[in-house]
């Protein structure tokens, strides 16, 4: 098998690689690749993190097809929390001994941009020694359009205030024909590449992301991953890459099916193998479960994401995971593997290994 030579061989395979991949049944071999890339790169080690995520609102502006956790601002479960109700949030997982607070949230039409400032300086007064990683690239667009300011000065005014890195969501799909049909009024896929770019320039690191499972094509999946390959041969500024599974219940687009392991697993492993550039490929165990995140670390995985505590975009799309699962218990699932799991902050630095 070509591609099978490319890769031992640590060469760069092409879209055309990327789309035999998908192609082929022999989900297994598609796994030992990925897995030979994962260990080539880290070994037996396996990270996580104790984070805490916090939704701070879901009223928005865009209303996406795919998206459940949307609302209207006069919608009956549409919520909005003060930066109070936020600040008492992250104090109640301090307990948990957190490293990272990770913060996304609806584009509010009425919150001003000094709410983000605010929030920042507030939650680093309050925890200085943890992670803010917050705000998608579509959200730093939001904050530049209410605030009159550029992408770079948006940027630069919130890792002032405290910002330490953005998540990667947002990204989807970046093919615009999806575009067009399921989120038509979210930023194009060029934009998004442009204000991660822009990140990476005034030093915030990123995560990326892509939704998988809806309405697009295996070329547009293999074509997401290879633009956002070129972007990280150009800054080197992503962390992480991290699969989403896309949850169609309570969306505009509930008549899909959920994606299957099968496939989880399969677009897991090709993202090892097309993402040469990255260092760490990760299984998001809210999305697919944490029983299909302990299976893919044979399949290049080698981060199963965090502790979480809350989480509520994709519970609004009715996922049946826990919200929260014990550090514990994500050393214990990595353990049953034969890795070893590692203890990490946002940015990969090891905190503890659990030999």
Known sequence: MPIARKVAAGER??????????????????????????????????????????NHTNVCNNRCKFCAFSRDAEEQDAYTMTLQQVFEAARSSESLGITELHIVGGLHPDLPWQYYLDMMRGLKKIMPDVHIQAFTAVEIDHFSNISGLSIEEVLRQLKEAGLGSLPGGGAEIFSERTRAKAWEKKIPGRQWLDIMRTAHGVGLRSNATM?????????????????????????????????????????????????TGYDDLKTLAISRLMLDNFDHIKAFWIMIGPKIAQVSLS?????????????????????????????????????????????????????????
């Open 211 to 259: 939704l998988y499972g809806h309405i697009e094509t295996v070329a547009e999946r293999i074509d997401h991953l290879v633009r956002l390959r070129d972007l990280q041969d150009e800054t080197g500024g992503f962390a992480a890459f991290i699969p989403l599974a896309f949850h169609p219940l309570n969306t505009e687009m509930s008549s899909l099916a959920p994606t």
């Open 13 to 54: 395979l092409t879209q055309a690689d990327g789309e035999t991949l998908y192609a082929s049944h022999d989900l297994l071999a598609i796994g030992r690749m990925a897995d030979q890339i994962k260990r080539r790169k880290n070994g037996d080690d396996v990270y996580f993190i104790v984070n805490r995520h916090i």
């Open 299 to 355: 399949f290049g995985v080698d981060d199963i994401d965090g502790t979480v505590v809350e989480e509520k975009i994709t519970h609004f799309a009715g996922a049946e995971t826990p919200e929260y699962i014990r550090k514990e218990d994500l050393i214990g699932l990595v353990r049953e593997t034969g890795n070893v799991p590692v203890e990490r902050d946002t940015l990969y630095s090891v905190v503890r290994r659990y030999e």
